[in-house]
């Protein structure tokens, strides 16, 4: 600023502002400021109550006594003044509201002498933070330890219980079937330990899990790898330990970790069952080591593969599969009976009319799966059947009769043609599955996948390709399965079978399911209107989604995660089913098949399915079941009474247990 006789005047750099920006400040200046309202009773009384809060207990505790002594001593002193044989005199009406005034707060409300006064309250505020110290102590023990439950940390004093460690899709199934399994115990005990919430644990299984009055649930929160968190469950008094695998397959290495803990926490002279699973089959050997000679660990990707394929060679399959490995309906049992020692297998299957004889269970664990109908019990060896229950199997004195002229003679086996088989999808087990298909397709038979262009897939395609160049071609379409326009240009009803696979889950893309049932709905839609139905081998990830897809009832759906927790807590029950689905998987053995009842008995009849039985049985094979072509459903019945004479149709089909083809 410069000054020019009484005036200032802008200096140099400010007379280069805009034109007008004077005024503008001017009236910017001389504009009132709004007027802010006041602020209500309520918001002081809120601020000031925060603000008393910040000075700290003191102030609280100030605050309190002055509150409680402007309420206290009014109604003391009209307590007086209202009372009939109250003092005349001022000094001692004084003493009355101070006595009154006393007892209420419990500070003595001695009269007499100042000091003698000084003294009682004294004792009153020594005699109340005493007691209001020793509550607070019991109230904070109490909440703690309440706290402490619900958190989920401790520990679980049980004998004989089941305990489930880790949570991945498998917890629901496991659970389920865990409650479902009717065994002696009048009441089981499942703990769960998982670095989850326990109030979120607890909401999940109530609503996925359906846990009866004869079952108990407790969940536990920590880490399965930390031996001291493993003792919330009680590992080493429990009867058998469920190790899932996790969702992804490279956290593996967790699960190897979590037995290499579990090892650890049981010690070497253990007797627990401990059955686990992983993901990729390389840490399948480092699993095995870690779990110990009494730790049977699955290979889920490869258990898989197996479903997927066995239900392509064999359409229908998935429903036996769902039959046996579910608590809700016939499955595996072991019989012992003192009577066993001496009969041969022959005898001792006549015998059992409510269930099937399928094979022996030696005391060494190991299991002959369909013996020779010579062979003979041992001591120590049990029956193994399938039944709905452990106690529904009794031996009976006198066999099931049937008509021998029902008894029919399959025709001689005919080579099987080549097939086409159609692959739409890919993913982590979809090499896998081409292997199997290759092993198991008849000579000539080829496979087109369609699956989608990015260079991952097409390598991965292609070194598939590769390694089965010398047994079965393998052609590349690439492409969207879920588009019409792509599965149309190779008419997918003109294949012997179709398998439809899901992408592997990723983050930020959607669940795997959605694109298989858009899949679904164009194949139906081409089936429609070509009036041609081709077998569909489905792999879903979640059961639900079975229940809405677009196919007919008794379509082969594998839900691999749900099987494979099934096959987990079957093996929980009983060890020696851990050889019996190995050998009923694999492609070499005794597996199951689905074959014409004409080959069995003669058709357009009725007859009982003992002589099914026996049919089977004078063949080497043992008969379990059939599917009905007339029933409505699926028409899968498994382990049928063997009395019951039924009405057999020609498309009726027999479900078996004999040697692969």
């Known amino acids: 600023m410069r000054r020019e006789g009484n005036k200032a005047v802008p200096g140099q750099r400010n007379a280069a502002r805009r034109p007008g920006a004077?005024?503008?400040?001017?009236?910017?200046?001389?504009?009132?400021?709004?007027?802010?309202?006041?602020?209500?009773?309520?918001?002081?009384?809120?601020?000031?109550?925060?603000?008393?809060?910040?000075?700290?207990?003191?102030?609280?505790?100030?605050?309190l006594a002055l509150g409680c002594l402007a309420l206290v001593v009014?109604?003391?002193?009209?307590?007086?003044?209202?009372?009939?044989?109250?003092?005349?005199?001022?000094?001692?009406?004084?003493?009355?509201?101070?006595?009154?005034?006393?007892?209420?707060?419990?500070?003595?409300?001695?009269?007499?002498?100042?000091?003698?006064?000084?003294?009682?309250?004294?004792?009153a505020l020594i005699a109340l933070l005493y007691v209001s110290?020793?509550?607070?102590?019991?109230?904070?023990?109490?909440?703690?330890?309440?706290?402490?439950?619900?958190?989920?940390?401790?520990?679980?004093?049980?004998?004989?219980?089941?305990?489930?460690?880790?949570?991945?899709?498998?917890?629901?199934?496991?659970?389920?079937?865990?409650?479902?399994?009717?065994?002696?115990?009048?009441?089981?005990?499942?703990?769960?330990?998982?670095?989850?919430?326990?109030?979120?644990?607890?909401?999940?299984?109530?609503?996925?899990?359906?846990?009866?009055?004869?079952?108990?649930?407790?969940?536990?929160?920590?880490?399965?790898?930390?031996?001291?968190?493993?003792?919330?469950?009680?590992?080493?008094?429990?009867?058998?330990?469920?190790?899932?695998?996790?969702?992804?397959?490279?956290?593996?290495?967790?699960?190897?970790?979590?037995?290499?803990?579990?090892?650890?926490?049981?010690?070497e002279d253990r007797r627990v069952r401990v059955v686990a699973a992983v993901r990729d089959d390389r840490h399948l050997a480092a699993a095995r080591l870690a779990g110990g000679p009494r730790t049977t660990v699955l290979d889920v990707d490869d258990l898989s593969a197996r479903l997927v394929v066995d239900c392509a060679r064999q359409p229908g399959l998935s429903l036996v599969h769902q039959e046996l490995l579910d608590f809700a309906g016939h499955e595996f049992h072991t019989l012992r009976d003192p009577a066993l020692p001496g009969l041969t297998f022959e005898e001792a299957a006549g015998a059992c009319p409510e269930s099937v004889a399928v094979g022996i269970a030696h005391?060494?664990?190991?299991?002959?799966?369909?013996?020779?109908?010579?062979?003979?019990?041992?001591?120590?060896?049990?029956?193994?059947?399938?039944?709905?229950?452990?106690?529904?199997?009794?031996?009976?004195?006198?066999?099931?009769?049937?008509?021998?002229?029902?008894?029919?003679?399959?025709?001689?086996?005919?080579?099987?043609?080549?097939?086409?088989?159609?692959?739409?999808?890919?993913?982590?087990?979809?090499?896998?599955?081409?292997?199997?298909?290759?092993?198991?397709?008849?000579?000539?038979?080829?496979?087109?996948?369609?699956?989608?262009?990015?260079?991952?897939?097409?390598?991965?395609?292609?070194s598939a390709a590769e390694a089965l160049a010398p047994r079965m071609p393998v052609r590349h379409h690439p492409g969207d399965p879920a588009l019409r326009s792509t599965t149309d240009a190779l008419d997918p009803t003109g294949y012997d079978v179709v398998i439809v696979l899901g992408p592997d889950p990723r983050p930020g893309r959607g669940e795997p399911d959605d694109r298989i049932l858009v899949t679904l709905l164009n194949l139906r839609a081409r089936e429609e209107e070509s009036g041609r139905q081709v077998p569909v081998v489905t792999e879903m990830t979640d059961d639900r989604n079975r229940l809405i897809a677009p196919r007919p009832a008794g379509a082969d759906f594998v839900v691999s995660g749900r099987l494979i927790g099934l096959l987990m807590t079957q093996i929980s029950q009983n060890p020696h089913l851990t050889a019996v689905f190995e050998e009923l998987l694999s492609p070499a053995g005794n597996t199951l098949h689905l074959r014409p009842a004409a080959h069995y008995v003669t058709t357009g009849r009725t007859t009982s399915f003992a002589a099914v039985a026996a049919s089977a049985a004078r063949r080497g094979e043992c008969a379990i079941g059939y599917r009905s072509a007339t029933a409505s459903g699926h028409g899968m019945r498994i382990n049928p009474p063997k009395a019951r004479v039924r009405y057999w149709h020609a498309r009726d089909q027999v479900v078996l247990i004999a040697p692969g083809d």
């Open 363 to 462: 005391d060494d664990g190991t299991v002959t799966l369909n013996p020779p109908l010579s062979a003979r019990f041992l001591e120590g060896d049990s029956l193994l059947v399938i039944a709905r229950d452990e106690h529904s199997t009794r031996l009976s004195d006198l066999p099931v009769p049937h008509d021998p002229r029902a008894l029919t003679h399959a025709p001689a086996p005919a080579p099987a043609p080549a097939e086409r088989v159609l692959l739409l999808g890919w993913n982590r087990r979809a090499p896998r599955i081409v292997d199997q298909l290759s092993r198991r397709t008849p000579p000539g038979s080829t496979l087109d996948v369609v699956a989608g262009p990015r260079a991952a897939t097409a390598a991965a395609v292609r």
């Open 133 to 267: 110290t020793l509550v607070s102590l019991i109230t904070t023990g109490l909440t703690d330890r309440l706290m402490a439950l619900d958190r989920g940390r401790a520990e679980i004093l049980e004998r004989g219980h089941t305990v489930v460690l880790g949570w991945s899709e498998q917890i629901p199934t496991v659970v389920s079937e865990l409650v479902a399994a009717r065994t002696d115990r009048r009441r089981r005990v499942i703990a769960v330990l998982a670095d989850r919430d326990k109030a979120a644990m607890e909401e999940d299984l109530a609503t996925t899990a359906r846990a009866t009055g004869r079952a108990r649930v407790l969940c536990r929160t920590g880490r399965p790898t930390d031996p001291a968190v493993l003792a919330r469950v009680s590992p080493a008094t429990a009867d058998c330990v469920l190790v899932l695998p996790r969702d992804d397959p490279r956290d593996d290495a967790e699960t190897v970790k979590t037995l290499l803990s579990l090892s650890a926490a049981l010690g």
């Open 22 to 63: 004077d005024r503008a400040a001017d009236t910017t200046a001389a504009r009132p400021r709004p007027a802010h309202p006041a602020p209500s009773a309520e918001a002081r009384l809120r601020y000031w109550f925060d603000t008393t809060l910040a000075r700290g207990i003191p102030a609280l505790c100030g605050w």
């Open 74 to 123: 009014p109604v003391s002193a009209l307590l007086v003044w209202t009372d009939q044989q109250a003092p005349a005199t001022l000094g001692s009406w004084i003493a009355a509201v101070w006595r009154s005034t006393g007892q209420t707060m419990r500070l003595g409300g001695e009269v007499g002498p100042p000091l003698r006064v000084l003294l009682s309250v004294l004792l």
